[in-house]
C-alpha cells in the first residue's frame, strides 16, 4: 500500500484541491444542464484534478489505477476507470463528486489517526 503524506493531507492543502474541484463542478453541471459536449472536456479536467491530488498526497510521480493508496476510499481504482471509460456521462460525473468528498473525508481521518 503506497502511504499518504501527512503534510500533504492537512485541511487547508485538502481544502484548496477540493475548491477548486467545486468550481470545476459547476461547469460541469452547467454544462450536462445545457446537453452540450462541453461537460466531457470538463470531466477530463476534474479526472486529471483527482489523480494529481493522490499523487501529490502520496507522494508518487504516476497514478496507477491498480495500486492501492491509502488516502483513497474503497473501490476507487475501479470507479475512477468506470469514470474514465465515459466521462460525458451525468453517472460519471457524480461519482467522481462522490469520489472527492469521499477522499476529503478519508483524508480528516488519516489526520486523526496519525
Known amino acids: 500500500m503506497i502511504q499518504c503524506n501527512q503534510e500533504k493531507i492537512q ?10 474541484w467545486k468550481s470545476l463542478a459547476e461547469k460541469i453541471h452547467a454544462a450536462h ?8 472536456d470538463y470531466m477530463e479536467q476534474g479526472i486529471n484534478l483527482y489523480e494529481m491530488f493522490i499523487l501529490q498526497a502520496s507522494n ?4 496507477d ?12 481504482g475501479e470507479r ?20 472527492f468528498q469521499e477522499t476529503k473525508k478519508r483524508c480528516a ?3 486523526l489517526k496519525k
Do not use: M
Open 11 to 20: 485541511k487547508e492543502q485538502v481544502d484548496t484541491w477540493f475548491n477548486e
Open 65 to 76: 489505477e491498480k495500486e492501492e493508496y491509502e488516502i483513497l476510499p474503497i473501490n476507487a
Open 33 to 40: 444542464d445545457r446537453r452540450d459536449h462541453s461537460a466531457g
Open 109 to 111: 481521518r488519516l489526520r
Open 60 to 63: 508518487q510521480t504516476h497514478f
Open 80 to 99: 475512477l476507470a468506470f469514470i474514465k471509460r465515459r466521462p460525458g456521462q451525468y453517472a460519471c460525473y457524480r461519482q467522481l463528486d462522490e469520489l
